[in-house]
């Protein structure tokens, strides 16, 4: 069982950045696979980005490549950050952190066993 929690959602304007956090509570977090999604109203969860449990291997939704980044560290926080630069309106959303136990890098909400609750990121002038 994996508990995860996320932090650093915000208000930002156009062009701006956040840095979001995800905090895994859970002994075999350093060999599941990381992703981050979100969702806005009337829409269906999209993926964004995801990391395998090395972190030697990344994939980004194409919206969002060059402008966010995913990183992680396995030995001393047990965290998944998500860097997100030149912010667009489009980008605002609930931001949910998810953790795959066998460590496959997907892009489907359905290959990830654990979610967080979400933080609110708005991109607003």
């Known amino acids: 069982q994996v508990q995860l929690v996320e932090s650093g959602g915000g208000l930002v304007q156009p062009g701006g950045s956040l840095r979001l956090s995800c905090i895994a509570n859970?002994?075999?977090?350093?060999?599941?696979?990381m992703g981050w999604f979100r969702q806005t109203p009337g829409k269906e969860r999209e993926f964004v980005a995801a990391?395998?449990?090395?972190?030697?291997?990344?994939?980004y939704a194409d919206s969002v490549k060059g402008r966010f980044t995913i990183s992680r560290d396995n030995a001393a926080e047990n965290t998944v950050h998500l860097q997100m630069t030149t912010l667009k309106f489009e980008d605002t959303g609930i931001y949910y952190c998810a953790a795959d136990p066998w460590s496959r890098v997907a892009p489907g909400t359905q290959e990830y066993a654990y979610w967080g609750q979400g933080t609110q990121g708005t991109v607003s002038s």
């Open positions: 990391i395998s449990w090395s972190g030697g291997s990344t994939h």
């Open positions: 859970g002994r075999r977090f350093s060999r599941y696979a």
